[in-house]
């Protein structure tokens, strides 16, 4: 099987899926994933997943691959190829920063990288996420204090659990809308344990209330910011890098001027002729 059949969140005759965003849904006659992945995809579609662990090698058509945490949310992953030409890793979404209920990113050598730059100009430079934890509290104390009812707005496929473990790890236990919840009960079964209560007095929304996001007002992201894209290049020490979703052509320029071969690339493009 020739290595351009591979589709990296994306349709392929065999694919990879990184997560379970449905920007991220890939199709094909095979497409591997880790279980929590496959558990929360179904959630949102009948996809027929192939799973696979993380650090265990598998074969990906013709060739070796190994699967490792992304730190983006439950199940996250990246994947690394071993290619005639060298070694090939795509990050998916990835998050250096370590958040509660994603297992921590670990960034393997390789030749080549492909690389998210969701945030890849320097004005995205985020908060830890334990600073940002003491400002998403000290909001909820705040309107408490006032009389007022906390109304914290989240995706409901990750950083709403990111945001329930907050508040439990602080004292308290949200009401949460129907997917949220769904979505919260598959974390459960893999081991994060999240507590809500219909009758909390801090409802965790995945429609209104203050956005916890790296583009909302409170800066939680589950992405890397554009310095930790960085640690991630010069962690994976690669000969040519390929920057995709975001600002991928900002980031090229960027890597370019930092000595790293770069060029920017789009969702389903071939790279082969490149490396």
């Known amino acids: 099987m020739k290595f351009d059949v591979v589709g990296f969140d994306w349709k392929g005759k065999v694919a990879f899926q990184s997560h379970a965003h449905t920007d991220h849904f890939a199709s094909g006659k095979i497409v591997y994933a880790t279980k929590p992945t496959i558990f929360l995809s179904h959630l949102r579609n009948s996809t027929l997943y192939s799973q696979v662990e993380y650090g265990k090698r598998f074969y990906i058509g013709d060739y070796k691959a190994k699967?490792?945490?992304?730190?983006?949310?439950?199940?996250?992953?990246g994947i690394k190829i071993w290619l005639d030409e060298g070694t090939l890793y795509y990050t998916g979404d990835i998050k250096l920063e370590r958040l509660r209920t994603a297992e921590r990113a670990k960034i393997p050598k390789a030749d080549f990288l492909i690389i998210e730059a969701t945030?890849?100009?320097?004005?995205?430079?985020?908060p830890e996420p334990r600073k940002v934890e003491k400002e998403i509290i000290w909001y909820v104390e705040d309107q408490l204090d006032r009389g007022k009812i906390p109304i914290i707005q989240a995706n409901p496929y990750g950083k709403?659990?990111?945001i329930i473990a907050i508040l439990n790890a602080h004292g308290y236990t949200p009401r949460v809308d129907r997917e949220i919840l769904k979505v919260s009960r598959v974390y459960s079964k893999f081991g994060i344990g999240l507590r809500t209560d219909n009758e909390g007095e801090v409802i965790v929304s995945s429609s209104k209330g203050i956005l916890v996001s790296g583009f909302g007002k409170v800066k939680l992201s589950?992405?890397?910011?554009?310095w930790e894209l960085i640690r991630i290049v010069?962690?994976?020490d690669p000969e040519k890098v390929f920057t995709i979703f975001g600002h991928?052509?900002?980031?090229a320029k960027i890597?370019?001027?930092?000595?790293?071969?770069?060029?920017?690339?789009s969702r389903g493009e071939e790279i082969r002729r490149w490396i």
Do not use: C
Not at 67 to 77: F, K, V
Not at 222 to 226: I, P, T
Not at 248 to 251: E, G, N, R
């Open 222 to 226: 589950n992405h890397a910011d554009f």
């Open 160 to 162: 709403a659990q990111e």
């Open 67 to 77: 699967l490792y945490p992304s730190g983006h949310m439950l199940g996250s992953a």
């Open 255 to 265: 890597l370019n001027g930092f000595g790293y071969e770069s060029r920017s690339i």
């Open 234 to 236: 010069e962690k994976v």
């Open 248 to 251: 991928a052509q900002s980031f």
């Open 119 to 126: 945030f890849g100009v320097p004005m995205y430079s985020f």
